[in-house]
């Protein structure tokens, strides 16, 4: 596990070819991670029949709605599997 | 359910199922068994039994907080084919639940998702203005409460615990689990 709880963690920009599960609204942005949650097959191997896909940890990072949106004081917690991450 | 065979989408799954029969993957049998089975047992009554009892057990509380699937299997639902989170409502904060990117919903605890939770307007909304689309359900939060989003973007599913209703004390677990709705484990209402 890269990331312990707590730690800062921006989403990787761009838009790939390809399947993914990272929504567009949270690239880019920094959030926190609030935990592992499990290791799962990568869905963006998966979905293009690379065998055997990457097995990562997944995530669970909170953004802050005003993070996101610019406005809002609410949160938006979303499931991020470790390659999709990076340090700030 | 009238006209629903018509639809282009209905066209498109028997496509694919026609595609997969073909490959020898499955047969019309067993998506049909599989059906049947589904949502012959699939209903909000299992998920409104888990949190009646975690309001009433602090220990299957725990439980069910730290582990989902372990919590599930303890009420009798041990088939789960995805991992659960459970995340509580308290005082301080409402939880909410959506996927932005498709519909993933834990269909075995809460039944069939409704329609609302799969259109683009829900999904989209949910995440920009959740203080908005609760109020359209008829849940207006004070204004200090925060709103917690859950994108279910992974393999595991999301269900709120709602916060247990004030006067409920005498009640017994069947009457517990009455009170609560699918709605109020999706996080759409307050129970």
Redesign the interface.
């Known amino acids: 596990m890269t990331y312990e709880p707590g730690a800062r963690v921006r989403v990787k920009p761009g838009d790939p070819d390809h399947h993914t599960r990272v929504p567009g609204y949270v690239r880019g942005h920094t959030g926190t991670v609030i935990g592992a949650i499990d290791q799962w097959p990568v869905p963006d191997d998966s979905a293009r029949g690379i065998d055997p896909p990457r097995d990562e940890t997944c995530y669970a990072v909170r953004f802050s709605a005003a993070d996101l949106w610019g406005s809002g004081d609410h949160t938006v917690t979303v499931d991020l599997w470790e390659s999709y991450l990076g340090r700030p | 359910m009238a006209g629903h065979d018509d639809l282009p989408v209905a066209a498109r799954a028997r496509r694919l199922e026609e595609r997969l029969i073909a490959a020898g993957l499955t047969s019309d049998d067993e998506i049909d068994e599989y059906l049947t089975k589904l949502y012959t047992s699939a209903s909000p009554v299992n998920g409104a039994r888990m949190a009646a009892r975690a309001w009433t057990d602090p220990d299957y509380r725990d439980l069910l907080l730290s582990d989902g699937v372990a919590g599930a299997a303890e009420m009798g639902f041990g088939d789960l084919t995805y ?1 659960l ?1 459970v995340v509580p409502n308290t005082a301080a904060t409402h939880n909410v639940i959506v996927c ?2 498709c519909s993933c919903y834990p269909v075995s605890l809460l039944g069939p998702s409704p329609g609302w939770y799969k259109s683009f307007a829900y999904r989209s909304r949910t ?5 908005a689309v609760l109020a359209e359900f008829g849940l207006t939060l004070p204004g200090e409460v ?11 599913r999301y269900m709120v615990l709602p916060n247990r209703p004030a006067g409920t004390e005498g009640l017994g677990p069947g009457e517990l689990a009455g009170l609560v709705t699918r709605n109020g484990l999706i996080g759409t209402a307050a129970v």
């Open positions: 991992a989170r932005t990117l995440v920009r203005e959740p203080r925060e709103i917690s989003v859950w994108d279910s973007t992974s393999e595991a």
